[in-house]
T-cell receptor, first 111, second 113 residues
Framework: NAGVTQTPKFQVLKTGQSMTLQCAQD?????MSWYRQDPGMGLRLIHY???????DQGEVPNGYNVSRSTTEDFPLRLLSAAPSQTSVYFC??????????FGPGTRLTVT | AQSVTQLGSHVSVSEGALVLLRCNYS??????LFWYVQYPNQGLQLLLK??????LVKGINGFEAEFKKSETSFHLTKPSAHMSDAAEYFC???????????FGTGTRLAVRP
C-alpha cells in the first residue's frame, strides 16, 4: 500500500513550457485534490475531483488543467508555465471520514 | 464559506515546555477540524481530527486539541515539547467528509534546547 505517490519530485521548466505532474493513489478514495504551497500562504487548492469523470476548480485554478479518467490517477497539467507557478505542489486523496492523505510533493521551478 | 486563522506564524518554546498553537475557524455549519504537521521537505501528515463527539481529541506524538464551539477555536497543545516536534503545523476545516479542506497559513514551531 503505497498511499499517494507523486512524480517527479523536482522539475525545472522554462517560461512557456508545458508539463504534467502525476499523482496516483491506491486507497480507492473518491476525492482527490491538488494544492500549491508558497511561503506564508499555507496550502491553496488548485483543482479537486469527487470521482472519476468529475473535476472542479479550487481557489487558484488559472493556468492549470486536470482530468480524472480513473479513480487512481489525477494528473495536473501546466499549459504554459510562468514564473508565478514556481511552488511546491501536493496531491492528496481523502477518506470517507474527511481526512486527507498527502503525497511527498513536487518542487517546481519556472525560469 | 469556511476560513481558518492561525495566530502566530512562528512559535518558539524550550524543550520540555508547553506547546500551544492557536487555531480559530469560521464555518456556517458544524465543522470537521484537523491538525496536520509538515516536517522539512516532506508532505503533510495528519496529527488529529475532530468530527463529532468528544471535544477533546488526542492525536499522535502526544498532541491533543480541544474543540470549543463557543470560542470557535481548535487549539493544539502538547505538555512537553521535544526537539523532534520542530516542524510546521497547519490547522484545516471542512464542512463535511468528502468536501474541500481550507487550510490556515501555518505555524512554524521551533524548539530550543
Amino acid at each position: 500500500n503505497a498511499g499517494v505517490t507523486q512524480t517527479p519530485k523536482f522539475q525545472v521548466l522554462k517560461t512557456g513550457q508545458s508539463m504534467t505532474l502525476q499523482c496516483a493513489q491506491d486507497m480507492n478514495h473518491e476525492y482527490m485534490s491538488w494544492y500549491r504551497q508558497d511561503p506564508g500562504m499555507g496550502l491553496r487548492l488548485i483543482h479537486y475531483s469527487v470521482g472519476a469523470g468529475i473535476t472542479d476548480q479550487g481557489e487558484v485554478p488559472n493556468g492549470y488543467n486536470v482530468s480524472r479518467s480513473t479513480t487512481e490517477d489525477f494528473p495536473l497539467r501546466l499549459l504554459s508555465a510562468a514564473p508565478s507557478q514556481t511552488s511546491v505542489y501536493f496531491c492528496a486523496s481523502s477518506s470517507s471520514l474527511g481526512e486527507q492523505y498527502f503525497g511527498p510533493g513536487t518542487r517546481l521551478t519556472v525560469t | 464559506a469556511q476560513s481558518v486563522t492561525q495566530l502566530g506564524s512562528h512559535v518558539s518554546v524550550s524543550e520540555g515546555a508547553l506547546v500551544l498553537l492557536r487555531c480559530n475557524y469560521s464555518s456556517s455549519v458544524p465543522p470537521y477540524l484537523f491538525w496536520y504537521v509538515q516536517y522539512p521537505n516532506q508532505g503533510l501528515q495528519l496529527l488529529l481530527k475532530y468530527t463529532t463527539g468528544a471535544t477533546l481529541v488526542k492525536g499522535i506524538n502526544g498532541f491533543e486539541a480541544e474543540f470549543k464551539k463557543s470560542e470557535t477555536s481548535f487549539h493544539l497543545t502538547k505538555p512537553s515539547a521535544h526537539m523532534s516536534d520542530a516542524a510546521e503545523y497547519f490547522c484545516a476545516v471542512t464542512k463535511s467528509s468528502g468536501d474541500k479542506l481550507t487550510f490556515g497559513t501555518g505555524t512554524r514551531l521551533a524548539v530550543r534546547p
